[in-house]
């Protein structure tokens, strides 16, 4: 009888061992296909976009994520910038340029470029970094993440789970208006013993820990990715005068219909300004767009210098002047 309960102990443990054996094989040829399937979509959105010239492609800036989720882990949002900056350098569709928060190194190398130790000829000049024509960041609305442990015969497995949404938002880097929006909602699951590596970007700190929301975040990214390329061609882009120019409004009252025009023309003819038009008029009160170089101080400073006799400035503040006639 001890015999027979020993075998069925024995039976059963390596019953167990080739159960744990078997899933451990299975688990390896799912993340095997799941990487074919990543590498899959990946080179599909580079197809897309494979006759693009370089110099044609959109110049896109990725901006530090925010994680607005309670319990989202500190650095999520710079990991997920990092991640999505990284991805979208792989495919054919954009120019990724590099975070704001990361330009130190770049300014510098110009700092020194133009400074007096430098060789003139072979150093970078100040005025040629590219300007992104848009920016794409997003928030994490929803984050959750959990561990579940269960064990037979003392050998204890464990799974995680995690659930990431957040919303990409892709901005218009003169105004900050929002061009398009739209939310994703990923899930995966994790064994013991995965490991997670996207297109060469290790995840830090607590986001780590959980497999599964690395796997998680790979959903979430390569979604993004392709949203993006899918949209590439629908984006309102900012013209080369809109990026190399700033835009205020003036707004002049005690100005006459007849003197609305005349107005009109004096601001197209001001030094600095690139174009000019009225936008609306009502109650002998001009409002005018003006897209010029320099802040909004260096174009009032240059109206009040040629036109002190015509027009008194009232009030003065980041892209807004307002004037009378006088």
Do not use: W
Request: proline share 2%.
């Amino acid at each position: 009888m001890k015999n027979i309960r020993l075998l069925l102990i024995l039976t059963g443990f390596i019953t167990t061992i080739t159960t744990q054996i078997t899933s451990a094989q299975e688990s390896k040829s799912k993340k095997e296909n799941k990487k074919d399937e990543v590498q899959i979509r990946m080179e599909a959105v580079q197809e897309q976009c494979k006759d693009i010239p370089f110099e044609k492609r959109i110049r896109v800036r990725v901006s530090r994520f925010n994680a607005t989720a309670g319990n989202s882990p500190r650095e999520l949002g710079e990991n997920m910038s990092t991640m999505l900056s990284n991805a979208l350098s792989q495919v054919n569709c954009f120019q990724v340029l590099e975070e704001i928060r990361k330009l130190d190194d770049v300014t510098k190398e110009t700092d020194l470029a133009n400074s007096e130790y430098a060789d003139a000829a072979s150093g970078t000049e100040k005025g040629k970094l590219l300007q992104a024509q848009i920016v794409v960041t997003g928030e994490v609305t929803e984050y959750n993440d959990a561990t579940s442990t269960s064990g037979t015969l003392g050998i204890s497995a464990s799974t995680s789970k995690a659930k990431i949404g957040f919303i990409l938002k892709i901005l218009s880097p003169k105004t900050g208006a929002i061009l398009k929006s739209t939310s994703f909602n990923v899930e995966a699951k994790k064994g013991s013993g995965s490991s997670f590596r996207f297109v060469g970007i290790k995840m830090s700190g607590k986001t780590s820990s959980n497999p599964a929301v690395a796997a998680a975040l790979e959903k979430g990214i390569i979604q993004a990715v392709e949203y993006l390329a899918q949209e590439k061609d629908h984006i309102p882009l900012p013209s080369a005068e809109e990026l190399s120019s700033n835009l205020t409004t003036v707004v002049i009252s005690n100005c006459s219909f007849s003197q609305k025009s005349n107005t009109l023309e004096l601001l197209k003819n001001t030094a600095g300004v690139k174009s000019a038009e009225v936008v609306k008029y009502e109650n002998n009160i001009a409002t005018y767009n003006i897209r010029h170089n320099g802040s909004t101080d260096d174009l009032a400073t240059v109206l009040d210098k040629k036109y002190n006799g015509r027009f008194e400035i009232t009030d003065l503040k980041s892209g807004k002047i307002t004037m009378k006639l006088k």
